[in-house]
C-alpha cells in the first residue's frame, strides 16, 4: 500500500485504517527521495512505528555521505537512534562509488537474511576491488567531514540559483539530488542533448519512473562541484529553454 508522498499524517491515517487487518507490516521510506530531493521527518515516523508497532525501513541510498555534519545519513541528521529504526538498507553505488549494498540491523535480522535471503544465497560474492573501493571512499569521507559540508553548500547554492532563474524545482531540499520539473518528456530530451552539447551532463527522468506531468532533468551534487560550474549550468539551461525551436507537426 502507498500513501501521499512523504507524508507522516497521511500514514498515519493509513495505519489507523489497515494496520489490524495484518499480523507483521513493514514501513518503507527513503533517507533521500532519488526523484525529488527531499527528505521524510525521521522523529515522526519513529514515533508512528512505535504508535502501531510496524517495522521501520529506511533506504538511506541517496542520504549516506549527504545529510548529517559528518555524512552519515538521516539518523546523525535528526539524532536519532539506530535502534529506532528496524532495517538500514543502502548502496555502495553512489556516495562510495563502488557497487553493492547493505542491510543494517539486529544481529537477528541480519543473520536471517544470511541464511535465507534468495538475493544473498544465489548470488557471487563481492570482488575485492569493489570492496576495497568502498571501503577507501567511506574512509575518505570519515577522514574528510568536510567534502560533506562543501556537498551540502554546493546543494544549496544550485537550488538558490535555478529558483531565481525561476525553475520549478519541486520539493527538493538542495541536497546532493536537484531537479528541474519540466512536465514535457520531448521537451526533457531535447534539453538533455542540448546541455551536454554544452558540456553539462545531466540525465531526463521520464515517465514511468515519474508521472509524465513531472518529467524532468535530474541534477547530481558532487562536492566538487565549483559555484562557477553552477553559475554555468544554470545559465546554460535558461539558454537552452529560451532558444529551443518548437517540433514541427
Same mark, same amino acid.
Given at each position: 500500500?502507498?500513501?501521499?508522498?512523504?507524508?507522516?499524517?497521511?500514514?498515519?491515517?493509513?495505519?489507523?485504517?489497515?494496520?489490524?487487518?495484518?499480523?507483521?507490516?513493514? &514501513?518503507?521510506?527513503?533517507?533521500?527521495?532519488?526523484?525529488?530531493?527531499?527528505?521524510?521527518?525521521?522523529?515522526? #515516523?519513529?514515533?508512528?512505528?512505535?504508535?502501531?508497532r510496524? #517495522? %521501520?525501513? &529506511?533506504?538511506?541510498?541517496?542520504?549516506?555521505?549527504?545529510?548529517?555534519?559528518?555524512?552519515?545519513g538521516?539518523?546523525?541528521?535528526?539524532?536519532?537512534?539506530?535502534?529506532?529504526?528496524?532495517?538500514?538498507?543502502?548502496?555502495?553505488?553512489?556516495?562510495?562509488?563502488?557497487?553493492?549494498?547493505?542491510?543494517?540491523?539486529?544481529?537477528?535480522?541480519?543473520?536471517?537474511?544470511?541464511?535465507?535471503?534468495?538475493? #544473498?544465497?544465489?548470488?557471487?560474492? @563481492?570482488?575485492?576491488?569493489?570492496?576495497?573501493?568502498?571501503?577507501?571512499?567511506?574512509?575518505? @569521507?570519515?577522514l574528510?567531514?568536510?567534502?560533506?559540508?562543501?556537498? !551540502?553548500?554546493r546543494?544549496?547554492?544550485? %537550488?538558490?540559483?535555478?529558483q531565481?532563474?525561476? #525553475?520549478?524545482?519541486?520539493?527538493?531540499?538542495?541536497?546532493?539530488?536537484?531537479?528541474?520539473?519540466?512536465? $514535457?518528456? $520531448?521537451k526533457?530530451?531535447r534539453?538533455?542533448?542540448?546541455?551536454?552539447?554544452?558540456? &553539462?551532463?545531466?540525465?531526463?527522468?521520464?515517465?514511468?519512473?515519474?508521472? !509524465?506531468?513531472?518529467?524532468?532533468?535530474?541534477?547530481?551534487?558532487?562536492?566538487?562541484?565549483?559555484?562557477?560550474?553552477?553559475?554555468?549550468? &544554470?545559465?546554460? %539551461?535558461?539558454?537552452?529553454?529560451?532558444?529551443?525551436?518548437?517540433?514541427?507537426?
Open positions: 500500500m502507498s500513501f501521499a508522498h512523504n507524508d507522516w499524517r497521511a500514514l498515519d491515517t493509513l495505519l489507523s485504517q489497515q494496520r489490524a487487518h495484518y499480523q507483521r507490516v513493514l &514501513v518503507i521510506i527513503e533517507g533521500v527521495y532519488s526523484m525529488d530531493g527531499d527528505y521524510p521527518d525521521l522523529p515522526r #515516523f519513529v514515533e508512528l512505528r512505535n504508535k502501531h510496524v #517495522f %521501520l525501513m &529506511v533506504d538511506e541510498a541517496h542520504s549516506l555521505g549527504v545529510l548529517g555534519e559528518r555524512g552519515h538521516i539518523r546523525e541528521h535528526f539524532g536519532v537512534a539506530s535502534s529506532e529504526v528496524d532495517i538500514w538498507m543502502g548502496t555502495l553505488s553512489k556516495t562510495l562509488a563502488s557497487c553493492g549494498g547493505y542491510i543494517a540491523g539486529e544481529t537477528a535480522l541480519v543473520e536471517h537474511l544470511k541464511l535465507l535471503a534468495p538475493g #544473498f544465497l544465489y548470488s557471487v560474492g @563481492m570482488s575485492p576491488p569493489l570492496a576495497a573501493a568502498a571501503l577507501a571512499a567511506l574512509q575518505c @569521507m570519515q574528510e567531514p568536510e567534502r560533506v559540508q562543501a556537498l !551540502q553548500a546543494g544549496r547554492y544550485f %537550488l538558490k540559483r535555478a531565481e532563474a525561476g #525553475f520549478d524545482t519541486g520539493s527538493s531540499a538542495g541536497m546532493a539530488v536537484i531537479p528541474v520539473i519540466l512536465g $514535457d518528456s $520531448d526533457t530530451i534539453l538533455a542533448a542540448a546541455m551536454l552539447e554544452r558540456g &553539462v551532463s545531466v540525465q531526463p527522468i521520464l515517465h514511468p519512473a515519474v508521472p !509524465q506531468k513531472s518529467t524532468r532533468l535530474r541534477f547530481f551534487m558532487s562536492c566538487q562541484h565549483t559555484e562557477a560550474e553552477i553559475d554555468y549550468t &544554470v545559465e546554460a %539551461l535558461v539558454g537552452v529553454m529560451a532558444n529551443l525551436a518548437p517540433l514541427s507537426a
